[in-house]
C-alpha cells in the first residue's frame, strides 16, 4: 500500500485526450502522464457492494488495495479557488455523469478542526454544501453541543459526488477524488481531524479495521491529532450510539482545548 500521506494524485481518466489537455491548459495546470494505458482496468480488490452496505455501519469492513492506478498529475500547489474549481469540472470518474454539482467543502479554510464524511446526498447534490440534509442537521446539533458550528469548522468529504442512490463509494471512485481531499486538508492544517464514519476512518488511515475498533484509539493522520467517530446519518438510524457519539465529541472538545 502505498503512504497515503505523499501522495500526488493517481487518477482513472474518463476525458478524451484532447479535452483533457484543453481543460488542464485553461487552468494552468501540467498536463498529466500516462503510466499505463488508459483502457486498463484499475485492479481493485474489494467486498460486493451487498456486502459492505448493511445497516451496521460500524462493522462492515471495505478498505480495498487498489493496486494499478493509471494516470498521474499534481495538483499539490493548487490554493483553494483553483482546487474548487478543478473539483467542480472533474470528470475522472463516471459519478460526474450523475451529478448536480461538485460538494466541495464548506466552513473556516483555517479551522482548528476538519471533519470528513463519506460522500454527498441528495441533498447535498442539490444544495452544492456537506451535510445539509438530516444527516447534516444532527451534525449541527452535534457541532453546537460542542460549542462550535459549521463556519468554526471546515466540513469535506472523501467523495465530492453524489453516488447514486447513495450506494456507498466504489474503491475507484475514492482513488479519484482523494487528492482532492489531501489537498484540503493541506490547505486547512487543521490540529484535529474527525473522521465520521467508516469509509473516512478506514479510507484515511488506510485500515481494515471496524470502527467500532478505530473509534478506541488515538490516530494522528500525517502529524496531525485525529478521531474518529459514528456518522451522524448511522446515529438517525441507531440513537443508541449517540451516547457513545457524545463522548468521542468530548474527547475532541477537550483536544481543542488542549491545542
Ligand atoms: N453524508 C456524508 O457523509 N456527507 C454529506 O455531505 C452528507 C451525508
Not at 56 to 79: A, F, M, N, R, Y
Amino acid at each position: 500500500m502505498p503512504n497515503q500521506n505523499d501522495r500526488t494524485i493517481e487518477q482513472g481518466c474518463c476525458l478524451d485526450e484532447a479535452t483533457r489537455l484543453e481543460y488542464l491548459n485553461a487552468m494552468d495546470i501540467q498536463p498529466w502522464c500516462l503510466k499505463h494505458q488508459p483502457d486498463a482496468p484499475l485492479q481493485i480488490t474489494s467486498l460486493p457492494d451487498d456486502q459492505v452496505s448493511a445497516v451496521d455501519d460500524s462493522h462492515q469492513p471495505e478498505v480495498s488495495d487498489v493496486v494499478d492506478k493509471p494516470v498521474t498529475t499534481d495538483i499539490s500547489s493548487l490554493g483553494w479557488e483553483s482546487l474548487k474549481q478543478v473539483v467542480s469540472q472533474c470528470q475522472l470518474c463516471e459519478l460526474h455523469t450523475l451529478r448536480t454539482q461538485t460538494v466541495f467543502g464548506t466552513g473556516n479554510p483555517d479551522a482548528d478542526l476538519m471533519l470528513i464524511g463519506e460522500a454527498p446526498g441528495e441533498d447535498e447534490d442539490r444544495q452544492g454544501e456537506p451535510f445539509v440534509g438530516h444527516a447534516g442537521h444532527l451534525l449541527d446539533a452535534m457541532l453546537q453541543a460542542i460549542g462550535l458550528d459549521r463556519q468554526k469548522v471546515y466540513i469535506a468529504n472523501v467523495l465530492k459526488c453524489r453516488p447514486p442512490d447513495n450506494r456507498k463509494p466504489h474503491t475507484s471512485e475514492i482513488v479519484c477524488c482523494d487528492a482532492y481531499l489531501q489537498q484540503q486538508i493541506k490547505l486547512v492544517q487543521p490540529k484535529i481531524i474527525l473522521a465520521l464514519g467508516r469509509i473516512a476512518a478506514q479510507h484515511l488511515l488506510v485500515s481494515h479495521e471496524t470502527l467500532a475498533v478505530l473509534r478506541e484509539k488515538k490516530h494522528t493522520y500525517n502529524g496531525i491529532a485525529m478521531r474518529v467517530s459514528y456518522h451522524p446519518a448511522y446515529l438517525l438510524r441507531k440513537p443508541i450510539e449517540k451516547r457513545k457519539s457524545w463522548q468521542d465529541l468530548l474527547a475532541v472538545k477537550q483536544l481543542l482545548n488542549n491545542s
